[in-house]
């Protein structure tokens, strides 16, 4: 049931958020007066069309991939302790809080209309990793966080124009169903 709320959420959100975001494209369009339809750079030299979702129905497939992509990693047992969605034009920069003895798993799917690939970074205290996220992939990357203060992840806004999102999930698991590394923040010696 709670994944059911979760995902309707998020379906909510991102809605919501893309509405505003083509009015405001809209808005500026008006108060900028016409726009020069002739391409930039060299002459003879057209620049590469972006690629870009079509339409709602496309983001919104795109958001049942991602969701799919993260209950693909979901240990059994994990309990919910947060979520989100975000665009890839604006990015994430996101502090977690990780209290009690559990340890965390931090998964990440992202979807863009086109192959590409993100980098997310987590930091906590004086240790920071960095993870190469590809879009479209099938399961989310989880990655390992033990219990005991803040850790912050960290995703660059793609820059314009670059459709795409990133869904996100914080669980806790039980000390036995940690998969590989214990902190992959920290990184372990093999």
Not at 32 to 57: D, H, I, M, Q, Y
Not at 63 to 87: I, N
């Amino acid at each position: 049931m709670r994944t059911r709320q979760g995902l309707a959420l998020a379906l909510v959100v991102s809605v919501a958020a893309l509405t505003g975001a083509c009015a405001e494209t809209e808005h500026r369009k008006g108060a900028s007066g016409p726009r020069s339809t002739a391409p930039s750079g060299p002459p003879g030299v057209s620049p590469a069309p972006t690629p870009s979702w079509s339409g709602k129905e496309e983001q919104e497939d795109a958001m049942r991939r991602a969701a799919r992509a993260l209950d693909a990693v979901r240990p059994e047992g994990a309990e919910r302790v947060d979520e989100g969605m975000v665009s890839l034009r604006q990015g994430l920069k996101r502090v977690f809080g990780t209290q009690g003895s559990q340890p965390y798993v931090f998964a990440v799917a992202c979807q863009a209309p086109a192959a590409r690939s993100v980098t997310l970074t987590l930091t906590r205290g004086g240790e920071e990793s960095e993870w190469d996220v590809t879009c479209g992939d099938r399961e989310a990357d989880p990655f390992n966080v033990p219990a005991g203060g803040r850790f912050t992840a960290e995703l660059g806004p793609a820059g314009q124009p670059a459709d795409g999102l990133v869904l996100w999930r914080l669980d806790t698991l039980a000390p036995g169903e940690v998969d590989g590394c214990e902190d992959d923040i920290k990184g372990c010696e093999d």
